[in-house]
């Protein structure tokens, strides 16, 4: 575990994304990470299949770059091409 600097605006916009979505502040920072990160990594995808992706790796014990680009690059959604497009 560690510190992150953010901004000043950052941080608000964590605490009112946190507070509609009822997290907490850093959960809220995790999440956009996690999601950011996989978005990166799979830039076809889009946010339903992201969502899925980080279901399946909550279910499989949570998600870490070594399992996202390994073990689940196989397990990936797969969606008709007119599903995939650009987020």
Excluded: C, F
Aim: proline share 3%; net charge neutral; no cysteine.
């Amino acid at each position: 575990m560690g510190i992150v600097k953010i901004s000043d605006q950052m941080h608000e916009n964590l605490r009112v994304a946190g507070s509609a979505l009822s997290r907490s502040i850093n959960a809220q920072a995790e999440h956009w990470m996690r999601v950011g990160m996989l978005i990166e990594m799979y830039p076809e995808l889009n946010h339903r299949e992201i969502s899925q992706l980080l279901i399946r790796a909550e279910l499989a014990g949570g998600l870490d770059i070594a399992g996202a680009v390994s073990g689940l690059a196989g397990k990936l959604p797969t969606a008709a091409p007119a599903a995939v497009g650009k987020h």
